[in-house]
């Protein structure tokens, strides 16, 4: 079974930048479509990007296009998710997904595997 770790959140300013890393253990990592959601308080919770497992074709949330690059190393197990001009209203708890059979999806419910969550939370 593949588990997941967040890592990189933080306080940024408003024009900022963070990178945030997703690690996974087992095998399996290459053959997985991954992908980062957020979520603030009081809301649902949004796919923000997503890359396909073999990293070829990626997908973003038009409110991060241009802003955000999502990336993985299937060598590392890793995904990541470059954050540019940040703005207050990308502060939330970001989430790595995963899911198996290779392709990006959108809904929350389609993603089998969750990490525990990086909050990021970007001041005016």
């Known amino acids: 079974q593949v588990q997941l770790v967040e890592s990189g959140g933080g306080l940024v300013q408003a024009g900022g930048s963070l990178r945030l890393s997703c690690a996974a253990s087992g095998r399996t990592f290459s053959s997985y479509a991954m992908a980062w959601f957020r979520q603030a308080p009081g809301k649902e919770r949004d796919f923000v990007a997503g890359?396909?497992?073999?990293?070829?074709?990626?997908y973003y949330a038009d409110s991060v296009k241009g802003r955000f690059i999502i990336s993985r190393d299937n060598a590392k197990n890793t995904v990541y998710l470059q954050m540019n001009s940040l703005k207050p209203e990308d502060t939330a708890i970001y989430f790595c997904?995963?899911?198996?059979?290779?392709?990006?999806?959108?809904?929350?419910?389609?993603?089998?595997?969750w990490g525990q969550g990086t909050q990021v939370t970007v001041s005016s």
């Open positions: 997904a995963g899911r198996s059979g290779g392709y990006v999806l959108e809904r929350p419910s389609q993603y089998a595997l």
């Open positions: 890359i396909s497992w073999s990293g070829g074709s990626t």
